[in-house]
Nanobody
């Protein structure tokens, strides 16, 4: 069982930055990919970014060039650096992990609000 704990959400002004963290309870080497999804009120959950064991990244179209995902295997942690934030980035951000036995896990979510 993998437990994911997110942190780093909050309120930020448009154009500002936030860094989200997600710590996994298992050794990260058993997790083949981790990432972030988000869900805004009244909208479907959408891909933000993912990163594989080998460091291959994938981003949602509206995040490219503004968000950066990275991982620290020694700390079992994945990070999401979000720059140039826009009001439309306001959502609950969920950490995600896919394991080598084809199981998927989700964190509890952290709120990101972009507003002046």
């Amino acid at each position: 069982q993998v437990q994911l704990v997110e942190s780093g959400g909050g309120l930020v002004q448009p154009g500002g930055s936030l860094r989200l963290s997600c710590a996994a309870s298992e050794r990260i080497v058993t997790i083949v990919a981790m990432g972030w999804y988000r869900q805004a009120p009244g909208k479907q959950r959408e891909l933000v970014a993912t990163i594989t064991n080998g460091g291959i990244t994938n981003y949602g179209d509206s995040m490219k060039g503004r968000f950066t995902i990275s991982r620290d295997n020694a700390k079992n942690t994945v990070y999401l650096q979000m720059n140039s934030l826009k009001p439309e980035d306001t959502a609950v951000y969920y950490c995600y992990a896919h394991t080598s036995n084809y199981s998927d896990y989700w964190g509890q979510g952290t709120q990101v609000t972009v507003s002046s």
